[in-house]
C-alpha cells in the first residue's frame, strides 16, 4: 500500500517520542492504519543526535518539510511565529498538517482552517487540548448527533497539580508551585500555566468546536490559581467543595460564555476528584446528557498518543477535513454570569462586625447559605483579624464586585477579601 | 448533495428516539455530516401510530429494508434471530449496517465482521456498548497509536443502580431491584442485568476491539449481582471501598483475560464514585497511560446519539471499514486471576474459631491484610453468629477456593462464606 508520507517539525520531548514511537511501533500503526505511516523527513533547528529517526533524513531548515515527498506536516516547535510558517507553508504546498499548537490555534485557528478548507487538506489537532484524552474526536465525531450546550474541564495539568498537593498535603502555593517545577510538571517561568492562559487557549479550541462557532480568544474570561491561598483550599473543603481550575463554555441564547477561572466544585461531582496532573473535560450534548473524560493532559507520550491517532486517521481517509466554523457568536463576558460566591472576609474580632457584614449583603439581596467563623483563640499566629467565610446564593458579577468593595469600607474589616466562584455544574453532570 | 439514505428497523424507546432525532434535527445533523442523512424506509412488525417519521414510508415487513432506496440499515429490533437476518440480509444487499445489538456482536460478530468485509461496506456499533459514551470511537481511532492492554468498566446501568442503593440508601438486594423495575432501570426478568450478562457481551465487543482479537464470548467469566449482601456493601465500605459490578479484559503474554463479577473497588479511584445508572470504562494504552469514559449508559436519547454518530461518519465517509481481528488469543480463563479477595467467614462466637480460621489461610500461605470481627452483642437480630470479615493479599482462583472449601468444614463454621474480589486497577488508572 502507498505509504502517508510524514514530515515531522521539531525533536523536543513530544517530537522525539513521536518519531520513536512512528519507527519503534511501525507495524502496530500500520495494521491500526491500513497503511504504513512512514517517518519521512525531520526538521529541527537544533539537532539532537540520537534522535530515534529510522530511516527518515535530517534537516535544521525547517523549509526543508515543504518537500514533495511529504504527504502531511507534523508541526511540534510550539511558539507562534515559526509555527505559522511552517503550518502555511504547508497548507499552501496541499499537504495535511497536524499540530499540538494551542496557542496557534487558539489565536490563529481560523484562518489556518480556512486555508486549509481552501486547499481542500485535513488538520488534526487532538493532541492540542487535553494531551492524550481523544477529547477532539470525541466533539468532532462521538457526539456528533447532539446539540452541544456546555462543557467545562480541567485542562492544565500544572495547576491541578498545585491545588492538589496544596489540598492533600497543605502546601501553599509557593511550595506546591516549587514542587511542580522539580518534577517538571511546571516551567522555570509559570505564568503561562499558573494564571490559566493555557487552560484559556485549549478552551478556546474545545468551545469552537463544540459549538461549531468562531470564538474570540481575547474575549475568554482568564484568572489563574495564584491567588488561591491555603486557607480557602481547607474552608472550601469544610464546605464540601474542592477547589479547582475550571475551564467553562456554555452555549447561551444569545452568545457564548468562556470562561476560566479557579471555582470551588462540589466534593460529590467526579471532576472534583481529578488529581495531580491528570486532565478531564465534561461535555454536555441534549441526546446524550452529560459525558466525562479523564487522561493524562500532557507529557510526551500521551501527547504523541494523540498525535498519531491524527496521523493514523489521516492514513485511514477518515480525518475530517477542517471544517471552518460557520457561526461567530458573541462573548458574553464574565458579567453575564451569575453564580454562588465564597467570601473569606478578614474582620476585627469585635461585636458589629459580623451584623455589618451581613447588612451590606442583604442590602444587595444577597442571600447567605454558609457561615464560618471561628473565635479568634482557635486560630494559630499572630493576625489581629479573623476572617468570616461567607457562601453567597446565585449573584451578578455587577453585585458581587459592588458588595466586595462595599465590605472593604467597613470599619472592621482589615484586608483584602478573596472571592472564589462556585461551579454549578449540575446541569452538566449528575453528582455521583 | 446525494443524502446518506437510511432504513430503520425497530420503533421502540431507541428506534422511535432515532427517528424522531433525524426528522427533527436534520439540519444540525446535516451540517455536521456535510450532506443530508434523510430517514426513508422505517419498518417494525408492530405498527406504532403516532411515531415522528417525517416523510419515511413504514412496513410491518422488515424485508422491506432492503429496498434499492436505502444506504444504511440501522437495525435495532434487537434479539439475535430475526436481527441477524436483517443484518446479514443488509450487508449481502452491500448495505451498510449500524446496530446496538450486543447480543448479536458477541455471539455472531466475527461472521457479521468477516461478511462486512468482504462486501466492503461498514459496520457501526457504537450504540451497542455503554449507550452515549462513544468509547467504540475512542478505541477504534482516538487511542490507535496505542497498543491497549488492559480496561475495566462499569457497563450495565441496571447494577450499577441497584448496588448504589444499595450503598447509599442502604436498601437490600430485593427492594433495589423492585425500585429499579418501579423506574425502569430493570426489565421484569432481570437475569440479563444483574447476572451479568448483559456486561459480559459488552466486555466482549469492547475487548475485540481494543485487542484487536477474536474474543470468544463463551469463555468470558461470568458472575453477576445476586448475591451481594447489604452487609458485604457494608463492610467493604469500612474497609475503604465501594463493591461495583465491574467487566475487566486484560492483555497478557499468554493470552486474554475477560471476567465480569463484583468486586471491590478502592474508594480512591474515580470509577468507585460512578453512581446510578452511569457507565464508566477505564482504557490503558502503552502511550497514553490511563484514559476514563462516563456517562449515561442506556436511555433512548444517549443510545440514539450513538446510533446517529455512526450515521454521520457514514455520511462523511469517515467511519471505518468493518475490520476482522487478525488474531484469535487463547482466553486464559478466571483460574489465572490473582487478586486480593474479601471472605466474610460465618462463625460460632466462641473462642478457637478465628484461630482455626488464620489457621487455615497461613496454611494455604495466604496473608491477611484487614480483619474486621465484631463483638455478638452489637449484632441485633437473632443470628447466632458472628461473621469474620478478612481482607486476604494477592492469591489466586484455586488457592482461594480451597480455602473457603476447607473455611466451610470448619466446625466453627456455620454458613455459606461469601467471597468477592478485590480490583486491582492501580495500572490501569492512579488513585485520585
Known sequence: MTPLRV???GLGTVGGTVAR?????AALIERRAGRPVDLRRVASRTPKPGAELGAASFDTDLRSLQADDVDVVVELIGGETAAQEIVSGAIDAGRHVVTANKALLATSGEEIFEAAARKGVSVGFEASVAGGIPIVNALRTGLSANRLDAMAGIVNGTSNYILTAMEEDGADFATALADAQRLGYAEADPTFDVEGIDAAQKLAILAALAFDAQ???EGVHVEGISAIDIEDIRYARELGFSIKHLAVAR????GIEARVH???VPESMLIAKVSGVMNAVMAHGDAVGPTLYVGPGAGGLPTASAVIADLVELARGTLAVARVATRRLPNLGIDQVICPHYLKIPAIDQPGVFADVADVL???EVSIEAV?????AIRSGVEPWVPIIILTNDVSEA?????VAELGGLDGVTGDIARIRVADLSAMMPPT
Open 262 to 264: 479557579p471555582a470551588l
Open 7 to 9: 514530515g515531522l517539525a
Open 362 to 364: 442583604s442590602r444587595h
Open 251 to 254: 452555549l447561551a441564547d444569545d
Open 372 to 376: 464560618i467563623q471561628r473565635p479568634q
Open 215 to 217: 470564538i474570540d480568544f
Open 399 to 403: 453585585v458581587v464586585r459592588d458588595c
Open 21 to 25: 514511537l512512528l519507527v519503534e511501533n
